[in-house]
């Protein structure tokens, strides 16, 4: 779990709840109409921006701005070396059965045992990657929709919030509830779009980035490996991917 997110996501949500509770409570700012403009006209309306299957898979890509699969560059690169040593020592064959931390690498690696050459692999694999990519930006496109069209339903729900008032002007006990309307829809949208959406996106694209990374990193691997490099220089070019203060303590611990 990232504990980034989770502490962020609460801590804005209870800075705004608590802000209402000093200013007289949370119940003036719940309104059945209001909720039923915003949440549940963005959600109709974000559903027929993609077909079904993205948008219901959305739901579930949501949940890695949380619970990210944790991926350790460093711990790549340790085993990354040690493949390398084995491969160089007792060739390719020897790597079949070698435990590795994910799908993608063990595909790789497969290949090389299967006896593709360095051009095969790289084809392939930048392919899943480009279609990881895509699958990913199809997912944030879904959340950005969200984005865009929650204060914009909050704007209708004032547009609507105002028509009734205008309409009731007679009545004043009218106007109250009117101007709740009108008000609270625009709250709700911004809301919506700035506390939960922007950042899960901002989250989501920030981890598509370092996937990508990762994914580059055990392309390179395999391609020295493949290409019959010592395991010192495997090291040497994938901890230049590295920020500065991991490099330094993977070379210490070398």
């Not at 279609?131 to 729900?157: F, L, N, S, Y």
């Not at 105002?162 to 009108?182: C, E, R, S, T």
């Not at 625009?186 to 370092?210: C, D, H, K, Q």
Request: aromatic share 6%; proline share 5%.
């Amino acid at each position: 779990m990232d504990i980034a997110s989770v502490i962020g996501i609460v801590g804005a949500i209870g800075m705004i709840v608590f802000a209402m509770v000093s200013g007289g409570g949370v119940g003036p700012f719940i309104d059945v109409p209001s909720i039923l403009i915003v949440f549940g006209g963005t959600f109709f309306a974000v559903m027929y921006t993609c077909p079904l299957a993205i948008f219901l898979s959305s739901f579930g890509a949501m949940s890695k701005a949380f619970l990210p699969p944790v991926k350790a560059p460093d711990e790549l690169i340790t085993r990354m070396v040690e493949l390398a040593g084995i491969a160089r020592k007792d060739g390719m064959m020897a790597l079949e059965g070698q435990e590795v931390p994910d799908k993608f690498w063990a595909k790789g690696m497969q290949m090389l045992v299967d006896g593709a050459d360095e051009k095969k692999l790289t084809t392939q694999m930048k392919t899943e990657i480009g279609a990881m990519k895509t699958r990913h930006e199809a997912m944030q496109g879904v959340i950005g929709a969200w984005v865009d069209i929650a204060p914009a339903m909050g704007m209708i729900g004032t547009l609507v919030g105002l028509v009734l008032m205008l309409g009731n002007m007679a009545d004043p006990k009218a106007i109250g509830p009117a101007m709740a309307v009108a008000l609270l829809t625009t709250l709700y949208g911004a809301f919506i779009a700035n506390v939960l959406f922007i950042p899960m996106r901002t989250a989501l694209e920030n981890y598509t980035g370092a996937e990508i990374v990762y994914r580059g990193m055990v392309i390179t691997g395999l391609q020295n490996i493949a290409r019959g490099e010592s395991p010192r220089n495997i090291q040497d070019e994938l901890v230049a991917n590295l920020a500065p203060a991991a490099q330094a303590k993977l070379e210490a611990a070398a």
